[in-house]
């Protein structure tokens, strides 16, 4: 009787896929380290992160940000600008999204950050045309593949 038993919890959990104790199909994960936002079905932010440069115990650390940013209008739309709470944003340019083109993946910061220290800055992007994106953006240390990033804008 306890092999019938045996045999039929075993069926039950392998037609359930709960064949492994702690595991969790449903579970999802994130793609990337850094902040996600998307702002009216339209514009999207990406892996948004800044990267700790090699000063950090200065009384100013300058923080490298880098984030793709994806236009799917059928308009260019311009980042107009981005705040950093407690700090300021320097961009590396003027910045336009061009429809269905991803900007900043590269390996070249978007930005330089100054006067935060925290592992995770709200930061805001504003765009013309449209609304703001509000984001809490982590800093990544100089270690793994953030190693050999720069850490300062080309521009």
């Known amino acids: 009787m306890r092999a019938v038993i045996s045999t039929v919890i075993g069926m039950a959990m392998a ?3 709960c064949t492994s104790v ?19 079905g339209m514009l999207y ?3 948004a992160f800044l990267l700790s440069g090699t000063e950090e115990n200065s009384p100013s650390p300058q923080l490298a940000l880098y984030a793709v940013l994806i236009n799917t209008g059928s308009q260019p739309v311009r980042l107009d600008g981005i705040t950093a709470d407690g700090g300021s944003v320097q961009l590396a340019g003027p910045i336009t999204l061009p429809p269905n083109q991803p900007v900043g993946t590269g390996d070249k910061p978007i930005g330089t950050v100054t006067g935060v220290r925290s592992a ?8 013309s045309g449209t609304g703001p994106m509000r984001v809490n953006v982590p800093v ?6 953030y190693a050999n990033l720069p850490t300062a804008t080309a521009g």
């Open 22 to 40: 702690g595991s969790y199909p449903s579970q999802t994960y994130m793609p990337n380290n850094g902040a996600n936002a998307d702002l009216k």
């Open 15 to 17: 037609a359930t896929g």
């Open 140 to 145: 990544q240390s100089r270690a793994g593949e």
């Open 120 to 127: 995770t800055v709200p930061m805001t992007f504003a765009f």
């Open 45 to 47: 932010l990406r892996n």
